[in-house]
């Protein structure tokens, strides 16, 4: 089922859930290098060297006792020492699918599944800053908390599309990999107007013969459909 809305231009739109969509570590840039280790879940994003856990430690020198605090601190030290920003990134399962730099404390459903990191040298070139500072390092980290935030939507099937028809069903127009469950947060309003709330319905047929029903529509003789004046505002 999708949600359908008149336009400002006397048109119908439709907005449903884009199952399909392009995970956004493919369709848009980000700083950080985003890698899942888990046999649970691909890793959105790859990298040659890094394959494993263990992969990860001995890049950077670091012995591994476990998935303590003590591991991940010295961790993020060292690898900032090597020129790295580099976060632990937390998975929180409970009904959805979460995550995010910090910790969600919660002691079933949550844990350490991967890393995200980038080059110092590459976050002051994206950030367009020339110097290792406390402004460099806020920038990251909330550029790694959007990108994290941005995949969570994703992986809870979080993006969606939108169709505009003409008043006899014909299609006009279309796009698709909008991410968020909000047409305005998601950016679909930027495309086009919504007007009034029609409902909720499995086909743009469906949608027009409700709207004949309630005498939204009117048909002239040769055929033509138009919204009916004693409804619009």
């Not at 700083?31 to 046999?39: A, D, E, V, W």
């Not at 002239?220 to 919204?227: E, L, T, Y």
């Amino acid at each position: 089922m999708s949600e359908y809305y008149m336009t400002d231009s006397d048109e119908i739109v439709t907005i449903g859930y884009d199952s399909c969509c392009e995970s956004p570590r493919e369709s848009m840039d980000n700083l950080g290098t985003f890698l899942i280790f888990s046999s649970r879940y691909s890793s959105p994003d790859k990298d040659d060297n890094i394959k494993t856990w263990d992969d990860l430690f001995a890049s950077f020198d670091v012995e591994q006792t476990g998935f303590t605090r003590k591991d991940m601190e010295m961790l993020k030290s060292k690898s900032l020492k090597r020129g790295y920003f580099l976060y632990p990134v937390y998975i929180l399962e409970h009904g959805i699918l979460k995550f995010s730099l910090t910790d969600p404390c919660d002691r079933w459903d949550s844990g350490i599944i991967g890393v995200i990191y980038t080059s110092i040298e590459n976050a002051k070139k994206w950030f367009m800053l020339d110097d290792m500072s406390v402004e460099l390092i806020d920038k990251v980290r909330e550029s790694f908390k959007g990108e994290l935030d941005l995949f969570t939507t994703w992986a809870n099937d979080g993006a969606l599309y939108y169709v505009t028809y003409d008043m006899k069903g014909n299609e006009t127009d279309s796009c698709t990999g909008f991410y968020g469950s909000d047409p305005e947060e998601s950016g679909i309003t930027e495309y086009v107007t919504l007007g009034d709330y029609i409902g909720s319905f499995s086909s743009i047929f469906e949608a027009l013969g409700f709207m004949l029903h309630k005498g939204m529509l009117t048909v002239n003789k040769a055929g033509q459909v138009s919204i009916s004046t004693c409804n619009k505002k």
